[in-house]
């Protein structure tokens, strides 16, 4: 048994829980430049202290399969309390029987065959996102990131939660800039030694910045409820059997994710008023964060590579219409995106009994962590990593390690909105390309920050020209 003072970090100690390890101390500022330094100095292994917290990182993808396939090791790490303030114990963050009477009460509302209904209500705020572009589509540069992240608020706004936001049709919108504040906040409060102590925190203009934000956060998110159980209400649906007769004009009802959730609740057997919130704030944010994300750093890399963004044009117009559909070669796009930039560049549990990983024994209450931004650059898997290269995806898909993509993680709790993810993304590039030629800005290099999810530091800078 490992028994020692978490706090103490001696060499010793260090050798008895594995040579590769190293011991340090965090809050730094390029954090992701800082763990790839970790990872070139000590291997796929090392360990970091937070205070007296140890999180050790993974990165090998044989590790990360032991990690993610372990049915024991399923409560999220200590990090992610920090974000109850906002997102309470929504399926993000809960943990044991909660969290799996949510996954079982929430994956049918993300079930494939639900997706395809969603399909027409991202298509009209893709013809949004174009026409809103078109003022930009000079060849000047520009920053695309905010038409982004407007976009991926009303996509997940519309089909998740039946509300439509809007938020494309004004220049800014009060929800995202939220959500901006309490991301910063909370990553600094992550790493911060002194922001870890509630008596202390609470004296910070952080904290009044992170109040601020849940106002608006949450204001959010109740009223979006009490519209849709409103609107339940006034078409007088109390039940399921109900809500799947047709509406009064004879056509199917699209059901929003929230009204399974509202309808469920109805019949007796859902989730309380507190616990709904709790899953419109997970999926509001999960939702329209991660996909910008994704959709901002596959423009990029796009407009950088000329011969790749002709061959998905090409594949965009041979498909328009059948987006549902595989779409090979975007779809290749989209992972290759996610290999260099994961949304989530890592994630972790919280070992609930001393636990054996490979060939080190990690002691019970510690946070192993899955850096999905390392094993994405395993030379093994991945020759000449930064390269950006799509043909990884459809050449050697099958000889490629099970765990050596983890950009959605795996196992139990994967995430659970992976096929929303794709079909929005595959849905906006298609109509993107279709309709523009992207262009790259000389010398422009995203700046990645890690903070809950991985944005650039300085935009998307793009330039852009209608397509003849
Ligand atoms: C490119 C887009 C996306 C990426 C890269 C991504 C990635 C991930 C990753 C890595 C996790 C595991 C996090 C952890 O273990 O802490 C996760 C979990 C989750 N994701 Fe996503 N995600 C994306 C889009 C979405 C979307 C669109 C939704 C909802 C509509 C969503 C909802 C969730 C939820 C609720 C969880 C928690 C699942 C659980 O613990 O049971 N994600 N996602």
Not at 73 to 83: D, G, H, R, T
Not at 100 to 108: G, N, V, Y
Not at 233 to 260: C, P, S, W, Y
Request: aromatic share 10%; charged share 30%; net charge neutral.
């Amino acid at each position: 048994m490992w028994t020692d003072n978490l706090g103490d970090c001696s060499e010793e100690k260090r050798e008895r829980f594995h040579p590769n390890i190293t011991c340090m101390k965090a809050g730094h500022q390029g954090m992701l430049e800082w763990l790839n330094s970790l990872y070139k100095k000590h291997g796929p292994v090392f360990r970091i202290w937070f205070g007296k917290d140890l999180m050790v990182f993974f990165s090998d993808p044989e590790d990360v399969r032991q990690i993610l396939s372990n049915n024991k090791l399923l409560k999220k790490s200590k990090s992610y309390e920090i974000a109850e303030i906002w997102l309470g114990k929504g399926l993000l963050t809960s943990a044991n029987e909660a969290w799996q009477r949510r996954r079982k009460l929430l994956t049918p509302a993300f079930h494939f065959r639900i997706l395809g209904e969603f399909k027409e209500p991202m298509e009209d705020n893709c013809q949004i996102l174009i026409s809103k572009l078109r003022e930009k589509a000079n060849g000047e540069q520009f920053d695309i990131y905010p038409y982004i992240t407007l976009f991926a608020l009303d996509a997940i706004s519309e089909t998740a939660m039946g509300i439509k936001k809007n938020a494309q049709m004004q220049s800014e919108s009060e929800y995202v800039k939220a959500v901006q504040t309490i991301c910063r906040v909370l990553h600094k409060r992550l790493f911060s030694f002194w922001h870890r102590f509630d008596l202390i925190y609470r004296f910070t203009d952080a904290y009044k910045e992170s109040i601020e934000a849940l106002k608006v956060l949450h204001g959010e998110t109740n009223r979006m409820i009490k519209l849709r159980r409103q609107m339940l209400q006034d078409t007088n649906i109390h039940n399921m059997a109900d809500a799947e007769k047709t509406d009064d004009v004879g056509g199917k009802r699209r059901l929003a994710f929230l009204d399974m959730l509202l309808i469920s609740q109805l019949e007796g057997g859902g989730l309380t008023d507190l616990e709904i919130r709790e899953e419109v704030d997970t999926f509001l944010f999960e939702g329209h964060d991660t996909t910008s994300s994704a959709m901002g750093f596959c423009i990029y890399l796009l407009s950088q590579h000329e011969d790749i963004q002709h061959r998905a044009y090409e594949e965009a117009v041979a498909m328009q219409g059948r987006e549902k559909e595989t779409m090979r070669y975007l779809e290749a796009v989209i992972k290759e995106t996610l290999r260099i930039y994961p949304s989530v560049p890592s994630y972790s549990r919280k070992t609930q009994e001393d636990l054996q990983i490979g060939n080190i024994t990690v002691p019970k209450g510690v946070a192993v962590s899955v850096l999905a931004y390392m094993v994405h650059r395993d030379e093994n898997s991945y020759p000449e990593p930064e390269k950006f290269n799509p043909e990884r995806f459809l050449a050697n898909d099958k000889e490629l390690h099970p765990f050596a993509f983890v950009a959605f993680s795996a196992g139990p709790r994967n995430c659970i909105g992976q096929k929303f993810a794709m079909l929005e993304l595959k849905l906006a590039l298609s109509s993107l390309l279709r309709s523009y030629e992207l262009l790259p800005v000389k010398d422009f290099v995203p700046n990645p920050l890690a903070e809950l999810v991985m944005k650039s530091g300085n935009g998307i800078q793009i330039r852009m020209r209608p397509r003849k």
